[in-house]
């Protein structure tokens, strides 16, 4: 387990620095769609949502060297805020300023603060997940700010902070989950309260509980105790899916579809991280099992899918509400919160 652990954080410090790694000829057929469609090709960003997933597994590492010089690259850049994705680093910027006490690090957390405070001010709460889509609303982006959110707050005594977290968890709660299962679907559009894309996709399950499961130790007892009662629910709601073979699907209930590492790794990690609350759960609404023989199951189907330094039996990148391309392989999603959960179970 050493060996395999030490091989997935060189991995995880190479590619935090260094993805998305391009072919020449990638590179080429961007460089001609940026200068003939600029508005239809975004730009490249290498501070992204899943090299967040990253630093935050070399957080729980403390590879703090690695996180340094990644957050020094992004602020020589001048810190490029695109959208709510770049927020997630947040998490793991915090961390790198408790440890350095460098006021730049701090600087650059009241940037990223600033800017979600007054996109919300700009869009409205609940939070669009893009400007484009000012009605929509993705379970993403609650795993991506919530817990930066809560973190800050928690750090620098910012009671607002936490506030505008909160409101987005439980907004979210109340618009965006299937009553009979229990699983939120992928999100829901805010003027009609339609609910969009599939119940239980397995990445939308793991947004969900990571951004509790990080985030309730910095809110005020009152809130931590509500939203602690529905990572609970969520939990039974997603145990009952868990397959024998200790893998989670792409889709929860499509037991016998392909099998999904990133779904797995992330609310692996989340129910780890949740035992400090000592509670159980329910599988199948009948057989009792606690947390920890989960965790071990999940521990050994992640452990299958790891060969030299990366995490297999990932799916790819979701497209949008109902566009999960079925795409198998090894990702940063499945790296950055497979070491994660590793780390906190073996180490």
Known sequence: MEKMISALIKE???ELLHYPLYTKKQDLKYLVKRVLKPKDTPKRDSFFWPHAMLAQALEEAGELETLIKYFDAWIEKGLPIINMDNIMNGYSLLYVYEKTENVKYRQAADKLYQWTFEYGKQMGNPMPYRKHHPNHVYVDGLGMVVPFLCRYGSMFHKNEAIDLAVAQVKDFLSYGMDNTTGLPYHGYDTKTKEKQGIIGWGRAVGWLMLALADSIEYIPDED?????????LISNAALKYLRADGYFSWQLSAMEGP???????????ALKKSTIFDFKLQKNGAEEINVEEAITKIDTAIEKSYREGKIYDCSGECDGFSQYPQRYGAYPWSLGPGLRFLLMTNM
């Open 224 to 232: 931590a105790g509500e939203l602690m009662q529905e990572f609970t």
């Open 259 to 269: 099998r999904d590492t990133s779904a797995t790794a992330m609310i692996g990690y």
């Open 12 to 14: 995880s410090k190479y």
